[in-house]
């Protein structure tokens, strides 16, 4: 191995190890840690961040890609390694430091801002706000660099490659074909009732329920576990250690939904080949792939019928008060369908017009074509239009989400790629393996994980996500699995 790549491998180990220690501040600080800890805390990983940032962004790092560029094999492991550090040196290093400093300072500034504008519902003293910030992410998307438009700079951050192009294609089909079918739902469909599924579940029993189902589906407890955490999520710092947190909450599947998405990531995570641990080609390679498994999980797997063939007697022996519930009926309570406010409780079909809202404002106001002003009236009007429903307050309209006060925008559509793409690559592996619903009702999920691990999880970042794409599924990111799936599994239970 070159000189240049073996120095580059040390400093990358070096900075592997601080964001190792972030992650674990980060899990302990949502999970265990007490309150009085918080200012530690912060302080604690504010340096360690500032150190990584300094170590992956030195000169030398850059001198070291270059020299290495020509040294390494095309094809080569190395040379992923090298293309995926390039990026991350790239991102890293394109924005000016004191745009970052500025940035994050308006952003904390505004964080307390939006809590109390939301709170009390006081769109105008949040507006000056936005606006600085949206010139801030201008400027930054400038630094990024774009063919376009600013919007892919932005994006291209969170889903390489992703262009705004791309999320209007993606919309327009989601657009066409699912407003229509929530539309049908609401006024033609037979309405579901699931308050039987609501109230106060034994936190014990809802545990054993969860954790016996994320081991079920090929969730490694030797090399991972799951805690509770008010926003579930998932974190991990090698594939031998990869955290998973839910939440129990009054409605009986919450806990087992949220379980089911998070193992969906913990298993992309823990399936990355061994050779690449503790280095920047672990893990996944994008926001929307990463989504992409784990609403595989979640919805595919996880709200079908099969799955709860094999699961429903389980829920009945820890809570005995929903044994009059049946197969059928169950499968419909879980899928159920309400167009409402709020995106974070959004059903698998209304969830894309939550985003779709949010991805068109964002370019309009990037662009310039929106005032920040006339935000909340055009946040309403989408509503109105792809939802059907009536906005009562900004602090449940467009004060809702905690993403523009911190200057995240371009990140949205990468939930409905995961959406798109998680039918996507559900339907060729069952071009592989065509008797899921058989595996599934019995509880033999080793096929069906072990495809992913060979097709998905094992590649690790080594390509772009949109030559992942192309190489699993054969063909680009597209929404006619998506919606097809949709449209026929929907359609029936609603029985329109
Ligand atoms: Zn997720």
Known sequence: MSENLTRLKARLADVNALHAAVAIMDWDQQTFMPEGGAEARAQHVSQLSRLAHELLTADEVGTWLERSA?????????????????????????????????KSKLAAEGHEIWVRARANNDFVSFAPFLEQLLDIVREEANHLGYEHEPYDALLDQYE????????????????????????????????????????????????????????????DFTRGRQDTAPHPFCTGWSIGDI??????????CSSIFSSLHEAGHGMYEQGSPKAWDLTPLAGGVSLGIHESQSRLWENIVGRSKPFWKRYLHELHAEFPSLAAIYLDEFYRLVNKVQPSLIRVEADEVTYNLHVMVRFELECDMLNGTLAVKDLPAAWNAKYKEYLGVDVPSDSKGCLQDVHWSMGSIGYFPTYSMGNLLSYQIWNTLQQDIPNTDELIEKGEFGPILRWLQEHVYSQGRKYAPKELVM???????????????LNKKYRDIYRI
């Open 243 to 252: 955290r998973l947190t839910t939440r129990f909450q009054d409605h009986v």
């Open 160 to 219: 390489e490659g992703a262009t705004a192009d791309d999320c209007r294609r993606m919309f327009a089909t989601l657009k066409e074909n699912t407003v229509g079918l929530v539309r049908d739902i609401t006024t033609h469909g037979v309405a579901v009732d699931d308050h039987l599924l609501c109230g106060e579940w034994d936190i014990a029993r809802q545990k054993r329920l969860t954790e016996m189902m994320v081991k079920d589906i090929g969730f």
């Open 471 to 485: 190489r699993v599924t054969g063909k680009p990111m597209q929404a006619d699995d998506y919606v097809e799936a």
């Open 70 to 102: 020509g040294e390494v094999a095309p094809g080569s492991d190395d040379a992923a390694l090298a293309r995926v550090v390039k990026r991350d040196f790239d991102l890293a290093t394109k924005i000016p430091s004191a745009l970052v400093a500025k």
